[in-house]
Nanobody, 120 residues
């Protein structure tokens, strides 16, 4: 499975962005999918995850602002990010795994990352 993340960019605080993660190689419709992020000088952290029944799970820091969704017909997962804050600045990675979890070690396949920069 290859994952291609896109949609990052520069946005002002309070703005919105939508990230996309398109899978190729095979369908990921039965795989839990996750988004993680890594800010400069910090460790990678969990953002959100979704399973094949569209059950979702969010980090406390983004709950209520970010929404993860998937379109199985397009083999794509999205992360809608609203009310962005400067502390959301990071490289965002999508991942496919076997378990819906915040533990990155359970995700087998990773995209290359897309940079989100939120200015104050």
């Amino acid at each position: 499975v290859q994952l291609q993340a896109s949609g990052g960019g520069l946005v002002q605080a309070g703005g919105s962005l939508r990230l996309s993660c398109e899978a190729s190689g095979r369908t990921v419709s039965r795989n839990p999918m996750g988004w993680f992020r890594q800010a400069p000088g910090k460790e990678r952290e969990f953002v959100a995850a979704i399973n094949w029944t569209n059950w979702t799970y969010y980090a406390a820091s983004v709950k209520g602002r970010f929404t993860i969704s998937r379109d199985n017909a397009k083999n794509t997962v999205y992360l809608q990010m609203n009310s962005l804050k400067p502390e959301d600045t990071a490289v965002y990675y999508c991942a496919a795994g076997d378990v819906v979890t915040s533990d990155s070690s359970w995700y087998k396949y990773w995209g290359q990352g897309t940079l989100v920069t939120v200015s104050s």
